[in-house]
């Protein structure tokens, strides 16, 4: 209870002020361009000094006493002296020329640094606005209501108006806002009273919204116990929103990606700059060359099914995205991070494009084959380019899939062959986790940093503040002309999503699948205050404070990796493992004595026959998306030709 309480009142109290903000921030400038500093010039003109001075002289008579034997005349010291002299002017002015360039440099640097950490919020905020406007009024009221409740510091009323738009029940709207204000008085006794009250009509109600998005069910559930957003924890990622913006830059498709993973791009590259550094851990194995080979060519396997599950599950999420306004499509694809129900998401996805077909075949029949293009409706045409897109996409998707089942088979041929060398190499010598100077068999933890180092922040900066000046000035024509068409400005907010994106695959190779697992598993942090700091280097700052706020979580991925451990490997988590996972990664010693041998040994009375599952597709909870059945492989065919031929009779009408 007490721990409750603390936290609770941890939430509850604003960690910063602007004027913290401010030298939080110059701080940060400070550190963010000492790669581009130099010497001062009082360090300059002593080392000269130094130079010309003792050192010459020292060495020319210790040079001239050991060459003939005795001290150097004074002309010859007086013709050194000179000479030094002469050479350190030279060298004075070229360092003048040198730190007035320099210098320049800098200021520019930290100007830039200003003007992105300055922009990239409103860039943020302006986004969320073009992702509600692209969906109806029920789900725009659910996405608008996410980003509402995910704000730490909401007010009671901001909350109250959440809760309504999502429930439209005044009373239970009432009781959140009580709640907030009795949260942030401490008198957590009342919200238990107002909750116990509260709790027995909202059933029905929060089945509703957890199928539409189970992230804003579960925030107003917290908000109803007098919990908000822990700052530390953040918030979760949208799942493949990096493979969808590379993707799109790659086929030169923006309809590949949406203005939610623009949004995501956004964020990530917020705080990247504001030094976020992002953990990656990977496994060594040291033993046998048969073992390390078997155990390289497993990890190999599951590497290529992972990502041919992420690359089919994105595109999922696209055909969703693309046909989120039609009925059949449950769930609000921008207010879901993670997909979780991928048969049932298909089978409405077919509702959906069926329903599409059915409406546009009927419009299509009213048209004559003389009508002038210029009075065929602007609906009509988005709906036709939208089902041509679908088709394409529905194929792409197609393909994927075919792929994953691929990998699947070549993944269970892989492991049978994994665990009868497993087994030998056991017999030897049994796998444990072996600590950084421990030598021996057994199987390494390995840990880097996904971060981006100054002269990358530098040279990012630079670019980026480019690109805000260019979009600025597309936006300055638009305004002038009164062309405000909002697919022109979704575009462009895409496109520099994808310039953000090819300039952090030029400093942290993005392509690469472990480093967008280990960014998307990461949280980000909450950016819910459109608020405006005073000065660039107070924004500056809380920058650098909302992104330090987020905890670097190193719990969660090594508590994967043990699960990978003993559910992929069979390899059993002794004592000395859990500790070594507890006091190095600060792991859950609950979670990871559920998977030591003890609890384990429940499992193997089930026989040998339930190895003919494949234990790395079984348990992965990647695969699974968190749902207890398998849903690895769907059940995906070709389209019926009858959309294909709806979309050659519009394109023979001119339409398209």
Known sequence: ?????????????????????????????????????????????????????PVTYIALQGGYLLGYGKTAPPNMVIYFAIYTIIAGIFAIIIRFLYQLTKGQEIEKAEESIRLVFSRLPNLIFFTRDQILRYYDIDNRQLLAAKYLLENPDASPETIRTAVFDITKDDSLADAAKQIEIFRGNGLFARIEDLYAKVIPKTEKKFNSIKSASPIVEELIRLR?????????????????????????????????????????????IYELLADRTIPVFSLKYIGSNEFIKTSENFDKARYSFRKAAYLRNSKLRSLADLLADSKPIDIVPAAAPVIT????????????????????????????????????????????????STVQLHHSLKNANDTLERNFQTLKLVELKYLETEKKAVRRIPLHILESKESGSGIKII???????????????????????????????????????????????????????????????????????????????????????????????KA?????????????????????????????????????????????????????????????????????????????????????????????????????????????????
């Open 1 to 53: 209870m007490i721990k409750l309480f603390k936290l609770r009142r941890a939430h509850s109290t604003k960690k910063s002020l602007s004027s913290n903000f401010e030298s939080m921030g110059e701080d940060f400038l400070h550190r963010a361009t000492l790669a581009l500093k130099k010497e001062t010039w009082g360090r300059t003109i002593m080392q000269l000094a130094w130079t010309a001075g």
């Open 224 to 268: 109803l116990q007098g919990l908000p957003p822990n700052r530390q924890v953040g918030r979760v990622r949208t799942e493949g929103f990096i493979g969808r913006v590379l993707s799109a830059a790659e086929k030169h498709n923006l309809e590949l990606m949406s203005l939610s993973d623009a949004e995501e791009i956004f964020t990530l």
């Open 341 to 388: 129900t991928l048969t049932s998401m298909y089978e409405h996805i077919l509702q959906a494009i069926d329903d599409l077909h059915k409406k546009l075949k009927k419009q299509i029949k009213t048209i004559s084959p003389g009508k002038r293009k210029s009075k065929i409706s602007a609906k009509l045409k988005k709906d036709l380019l939208s089902l041509e």
């Open 447 to 541: 840990q880097k940093q996904i971060a981006l180092s100054k002269n990358s922040k530098i040279r990012i900066v630079k670019v980026l503040n480019n690109l805000l000046q260019m979009l600025d000035s597309k936006e300055q024509v638009r305004v002038e002309s009164k062309n405000i068409d909002s697919i022109i400005q979704t575009d462009e907010y895409k496109k520099l999503a994808i310039d953000i994106a090819m300039l952090l695959e030029d400093e942290l190779k993005l392509s690469r699948f472990e480093i967008q697992l280990a960014i998307e598993g990461s949280n980000a942090p909450f950016l819910s205050s459109s608020r405006v700091e005073p000065t660039a280097a107070a924004e500056t700052g």
């Open 544 to 656: 650098v404070s909302k992104v330090g706020e987020v905890q670097v979580n190193v719990k969660t991925p090594i508590q994967k990796l043990a699960y990978s451990l003993v559910n992929y490997h069979g390899m059993p988590l002794d004592k000395g493992s859990i500790n070594l996972l507890v006091q190095k990664y600060n792991a859950d010693p609950n979670i990871l004595e559920k998977l030591s041998p003890g609890h384990q040994a429940d499992k193997k009375e089930e026989g040998e026959d339930s190895r003919k599952t494949v234990r790395a597709v079984k348990s992965d909870p990647f695969i699974e998306s968190g749902s207890k059945k398998y849903e690895g492989v769907l059940k995906i065919t070709n389209l019926d030709d009858k959309y294909q031929e709806l979309i050659n009779i519009a394109i023979k009408l001119h339409i398209l």
